[in-house]
């Protein structure tokens, strides 16, 4: 018997279903049928496709989120060290799922966020949050001269929001996570103050 609730239970299917399927080719019968859950139930709990997208959505962004304040605000340690370890995490995820789905995030704004305003909205919520978060983790690094001084933290943490995305979906694209260490290394190193 299940220990999650049936609401949990669907979303975790869901984000299976997701990856390996895609957005437009999960249907809701394809849901009742996957996850063993009633229609009325997962109706119950999502009044609509759309409805059980954006919880998936929370549930990624959530973990997603989870995952950077574990890594990044550790204690103590280098800031460029707490980084390596968050993006090695995401390549771990990415290699162990075979590099199917890339980053769940974009492949769903690829797909459901033409359709669904919500979804875009959400994502740019989250993006933003993330450029902010990692702003901050260089304007750190900054001041402990661990990070170079000649460029603004802003466009820094752009660059790397955008090569993680980047990353992910060209891993997916090419069935391959091998280039990915040796390209975090090269960004980091990038990052990192000059004596």
Not at 66 to 87: K, M, V, W
Request: hydrophobic fraction near 40%; charged fraction near 25%.
């Amino acid at each position: 018997m299940r220990s999650t609730s049936n609401r949990d239970y669907v979303i975790k299917v869901v984000s299976e279903m997701f990856l390996l399927r895609g957005f437009a080719c999960t249907s809701m019968d394809d849901v009742v049928k996957q996850s063993g859950v009633s229609k009325s139930n997962i109706y119950y709990h999502f009044k609509s496709k759309d409805e059980l997208t954006l919880a998936v959505l929370e549930s990624y962004i959530s973990t997603l989120q989870n995952l950077f304040r574990e890594q990044s605000q550790a204690e103590d340690g280098q800031l460029l060290p707490r980084l390596e370890h968050y993006i090695e995490q995401l390549i771990q995820d990415l290699a162990e799922r075979d590099c199917v789905g890339g980053c769940p995030l974009m492949s769903l704004m690829v797909e459901a966020g033409k359709t669904n305003e919500a979804v875009r909205v959400r994502l740019a919520q989250f993006f933003q949050q993330q450029k902010d978060q990692l702003t901050q983790l260089l304007e750190e690094g900054k001041r402990r001269g661990e990070v170079r001084n000649d460029l603004p933290a802003s466009v820094l943490a752009s660059l790397i929001s955008s090569w993680l995305e980047g990353m992910l979906m060209l891993a997916s694209i090419q069935k391959s996570a091998s280039t990915l260490r040796g390209e975090r290394d090269a960004l980091l190193s990038m990052l990192k103050a000059r004596p």
